[in-house]
């Protein structure tokens, strides 16, 4: 069955710390991948999206992240975290199966100031 | 703030209450979502609308009923709800449901079944 994996449950860093959360999927068709990040309260948002082209996309707030097709990983990537990036960290992809949008378990960053 | 708006923010039901949550977007977009969200947990998708019509249950039993009445709106019925269904209801869009278009989430339903 297709599957997303996100490998790390809580995460927690200092300000200024470096960040990198993994996200591998189980599924061999083309795929279209997404970060998504749900702030305290607030609702999912979107952080950047992979469809094609350049393997590496930048995303709002500093984020980026890389897509490795022989590994299936798209992972997300922040050289210098804030506190204001304390949040759970969605992966989620769309299996081309008319809308059908498959996340991951989610990572929660805590970032202490 | 989410251009996806969800009313109540919060209801709580009995068992034998039947109870509508509702979802409105004014961007136009023709895709339409309902999903379903634990503590702690990811969201599951339960419903696709795609230009008004049903186009995905993912096995929802019977007492979760979606309606599209237009574009810009989306229904969940409620009807003699079980405990084990007290979550956060999300509702989403996209422009349609083809596979690049990104979702737009509301603020949700946080629902209590009692």
């Keep these: 069955a297709q599957s997303v994996s996100q490998h790390n449950h809580h995460v927690i860093l200092s300000e200024a710390a470096s960040l990198e959360l993994g996200c591998n999927y189980s599924y061999g068709g083309t795929v279209n991948l997404f970060w998504y990040v749900q702030y305290p309260g607030q609702h999912l948002q979107l952080l950047l999206k992979y469809f094609s082209g350049d393997p590496l996309v930048k995303g709002i707030k500093g984020f980026e992240a890389e897509f490795i097709k022989s590994k299936f990983s798209f992972n997300l990537r922040k050289p210098s975290v804030q506190w204001s990036d304390t949040a759970e960290y969605f992966c989620a992809v769309n299996l081309n199966q008319g809308g059908k949008l498959i996340f991951g378990q989610g990572t929660e960053l805590s970032v202490k100031p | ?114």
Aim: hydrophobic content about 30%.
């Design chain 2, 1 to 114: 703030d989410t251009e996806v708006t969800q009313t109540p923010k919060h209801l709580v039901m009995g068992m034998t209450n039947k109870k509508s949550l509702k979802c409105e977007q004014h961007m136009g977009h023709r895709a339409m979502y309902w999903y379903k969200q634990k503590a702690k947990k990811p969201p599951e998708l339960m419903f696709v609308y795609s230009y008004e019509k049903l186009s995905i249950n993912e096995s929802v039993p019977s007492r979760f009923s979606p309606e599209c009445p237009n574009s810009s709106l989306l229904n969940l019925h409620l009807h003699a709800l079980q405990p084990e269904d007290s979550a956060l209801y999300l509702c989403a869009s996209s422009q349609d449901n083809v596979e690049a278009s990104p979702l737009h989430f509301g603020n949700g339903t946080r629902l209590t079944v009692t």
